[in-house]
Nanobody
Protein backbone atom coordinates (compact mmCIF):
# COMPACT_ATOMS: atom_id res chain seq x y z
CA UNK A 1 0.00 0.00 0.00
CA UNK A 2 0.95 3.61 -0.56
CA UNK A 3 0.28 6.63 1.58
CA UNK A 4 0.34 10.26 0.49
CA UNK A 5 0.34 12.77 3.31
CA UNK A 6 -0.45 16.34 2.29
CA UNK A 7 0.00 19.39 4.46
CA UNK A 8 0.18 23.15 4.30
CA UNK A 9 -3.23 24.33 3.17
CA UNK A 10 -5.11 27.13 4.85
CA UNK A 11 -6.74 30.52 4.59
CA UNK A 12 -4.67 33.45 3.38
CA UNK A 13 -5.21 36.92 1.97
CA UNK A 14 -4.59 37.80 -1.67
CA UNK A 15 -0.92 38.35 -2.35
CA UNK A 16 0.22 36.03 0.41
CA UNK A 17 2.22 32.83 0.11
CA UNK A 18 1.62 29.25 1.14
CA UNK A 19 3.70 26.12 0.97
CA UNK A 20 2.17 22.71 0.33
CA UNK A 21 3.98 19.46 1.00
CA UNK A 22 3.29 15.89 0.00
CA UNK A 23 5.13 12.87 1.34
CA UNK A 24 4.86 9.44 -0.25
CA UNK A 25 5.53 6.28 1.69
CA UNK A 26 4.78 2.59 1.56
CA UNK A 27 5.31 0.17 -1.31
CA UNK A 28 6.94 2.64 -3.68
CA UNK A 29 9.80 1.18 -5.66
CA UNK A 30 10.28 4.12 -7.99
CA UNK A 31 8.41 7.33 -8.73
CA UNK A 32 7.76 8.39 -12.30
CA UNK A 33 5.59 11.44 -11.74
CA UNK A 34 4.66 13.52 -8.73
CA UNK A 35 2.37 16.45 -9.11
CA UNK A 36 -0.23 18.81 -7.73
CA UNK A 37 -3.70 19.19 -9.17
CA UNK A 38 -6.56 21.29 -7.94
CA UNK A 39 -10.31 21.43 -8.17
CA UNK A 40 -12.19 24.62 -7.54
CA UNK A 41 -15.92 24.63 -6.78
CA UNK A 42 -17.90 24.11 -9.96
CA UNK A 43 -14.79 23.61 -12.09
CA UNK A 44 -12.90 20.69 -13.55
CA UNK A 45 -9.71 19.43 -12.02
CA UNK A 46 -6.64 21.13 -13.45
CA UNK A 47 -2.96 20.43 -13.36
CA UNK A 48 -0.99 22.85 -11.20
CA UNK A 49 2.50 21.39 -11.41
CA UNK A 50 4.03 18.04 -12.15
CA UNK A 51 7.56 16.72 -12.00
CA UNK A 52 8.77 13.82 -14.11
CA UNK A 53 11.87 12.76 -16.01
CA UNK A 54 10.79 15.34 -18.62
CA UNK A 55 11.20 18.12 -16.10
CA UNK A 56 8.71 20.40 -14.36
CA UNK A 57 5.49 21.51 -16.01
CA UNK A 58 3.13 24.17 -14.69
CA UNK A 59 -0.43 25.06 -15.42
CA UNK A 60 -0.75 28.30 -17.36
CA UNK A 61 -2.58 30.07 -14.56
CA UNK A 62 0.23 29.53 -12.04
CA UNK A 63 3.33 30.03 -14.16
CA UNK A 64 5.67 32.58 -12.63
CA UNK A 65 3.95 32.39 -9.22
CA UNK A 66 4.23 28.76 -8.11
CA UNK A 67 7.38 26.72 -7.75
CA UNK A 68 7.40 22.93 -7.44
CA UNK A 69 10.31 20.92 -6.14
CA UNK A 70 10.93 17.31 -5.29
CA UNK A 71 13.23 15.56 -2.86
CA UNK A 72 13.91 12.19 -4.46
CA UNK A 73 15.62 10.78 -1.38
CA UNK A 74 12.60 11.51 0.82
CA UNK A 75 9.89 11.01 -1.81
CA UNK A 76 8.46 14.41 -1.05
CA UNK A 77 6.97 17.08 -3.27
CA UNK A 78 6.68 20.72 -2.31
CA UNK A 79 4.67 23.50 -3.91
CA UNK A 80 5.63 27.05 -3.04
CA UNK A 81 2.69 29.27 -3.91
CA UNK A 82 3.36 32.98 -4.13
CA UNK A 83 1.22 35.98 -5.02
CA UNK A 84 -1.90 34.00 -4.33
CA UNK A 85 -5.14 35.12 -5.91
CA UNK A 86 -8.76 34.41 -5.00
CA UNK A 87 -9.01 32.23 -8.11
CA UNK A 88 -6.37 29.93 -6.60
CA UNK A 89 -8.96 28.86 -4.06
CA UNK A 90 -9.43 25.12 -4.47
CA UNK A 91 -8.76 21.73 -2.99
CA UNK A 92 -5.22 20.75 -3.92
CA UNK A 93 -4.44 17.09 -4.51
CA UNK A 94 -1.10 15.39 -4.59
CA UNK A 95 -0.69 12.87 -7.41
CA UNK A 96 1.72 9.97 -7.67
CA UNK A 97 2.50 7.72 -10.62
CA UNK A 98 4.86 5.02 -9.47
CA UNK A 99 6.12 1.50 -9.74
CA UNK A 100 5.07 -0.58 -6.76
CA UNK A 101 6.04 -4.06 -5.69
CA UNK A 102 4.31 -5.72 -8.61
CA UNK A 103 2.82 -3.10 -10.91
CA UNK A 104 2.78 0.48 -12.12
CA UNK A 105 0.00 2.47 -10.53
CA UNK A 106 -1.21 5.93 -9.74
CA UNK A 107 -2.52 7.32 -6.50
CA UNK A 108 -4.20 10.49 -5.26
CA UNK A 109 -3.92 12.14 -1.90
CA UNK A 110 -6.92 13.18 0.16
CA UNK A 111 -6.57 16.83 -0.73
CA UNK A 112 -5.85 19.99 1.23
CA UNK A 113 -7.98 23.12 1.10
CA UNK A 114 -6.44 26.42 0.03
CA UNK A 115 -8.62 29.49 0.42
CA UNK A 116 -7.52 32.93 -0.74
CA UNK A 117 -9.81 35.64 0.50
CA UNK A 118 -9.71 39.08 2.03
Amino acid sequence: QVQLVESGGGLVQPGASLRLSCAASGDVVSIHVMGWYRRAPGKQREMVARISSDGIKYGESVKGRFIASRDNAKNTLTLQMNSLKPEDTAVYYCYLYYTGVSSVEDYWGQGTQVTVSS
